[in-house]
């Protein structure tokens, strides 16, 4: 169960990490009716990733193993380059990073400020489960919950670690507003205007993190 965890960890923080979701709760929280839009946002993003891992989980399992049995040298060898990958987007996005500000905030970002309640939550839903970089990290966490030996019980408990890692940097500033953390509002606005200015270094860091992490499993394999 513990490598099995431990395999997950960087998948999910893949997911956690990514600046753009937390920009959109942030907006949310800042604008009319931002706590009941930014909790359904959040709410539709825990189902979204609770139902793709379950999904992905179970459609793995159903493949017969021994078709796709590769020696670990392949798959470390897969890994590593994928890894390298992810390491150069990394650093493409640091070296091609631009400043912005609220003044030019992106348009997704406006439409985001504009939600109802009511739209919140599917709109975080299919962010959630469909968004590509999304996808790809999940389907990797079913294959490695498929491939780790674990019972059924242990299966539940490794997607919930899986989801809660992968949704915790968008509900802590939810549940913080919802708490009534005294000056929430003033910390929301100084750190929107930070993620706009440093979207591409947020961005080019995770990539490189992760990367390497990806790295270094494959390396592992051999």
């Not at 793709?52 to 078709?67: E, H, K, N, Y």
């Not at 996808?135 to 989801?163: K, P, R, Y």
């Amino acid at each position: 169960m513990g490598p099995v965890i431990g395999d997950l960890l960087p998948l999910a923080l893949g997911i956690a990490i990514s600046p753009t979701p937390v920009a959109a709760v942030i907006v949310m929280l800042l604008s009319t009716r931002g706590q009941v839009t930014s909790l359904g946002f959040v709410l539709g993003w825990i189902i979204g990733v609770a139902l793709a891992i379950f999904a992905l989980t179970w459609l793995s399992a159903l493949v017969p193993q021994a078709r796709f049995s590769v020696s670990p040298a392949l798959l470390g060898t897969a890994e590593m380059l994928l890894g390298l990958v992810l390491v150069g987007f990394g650093i493409r996005q640091w070296t091609s990073r631009n400043a912005t500000s609220t003044d030019d905030m992106p348009r997704w970002l406006r439409a985001v400020d504009t939600l109802k309640p009511w739209q919140a939550l599917p709109v975080g839903f299919v962010y959630a489960a469909f968004r590509p970089k999304n996808f790809v990290l999940t389907a990797a966490a079913a294959l490695v919950i498929t491939d780790g030996g674990v019972t059924f019980a242990e299966s539940l408990v490794a997607m919930g670690v899986f989801t809660v890692i992968a949704s915790a940097t968008l509900a802590f500033p939810v549940v913080a507003s919802l708490t009534g953390i005294k000056n929430t509002r003033a910390l929301l606005e100084g750190f929107r205007e930070r993620i706009l200015k440093n979207v591409g270094v947020i961005t080019g860091t995770a990539l490189l993190i992760l990367g390497v992490v990806v790295l270094g499993m494959g390396i592992g394999e051999f």
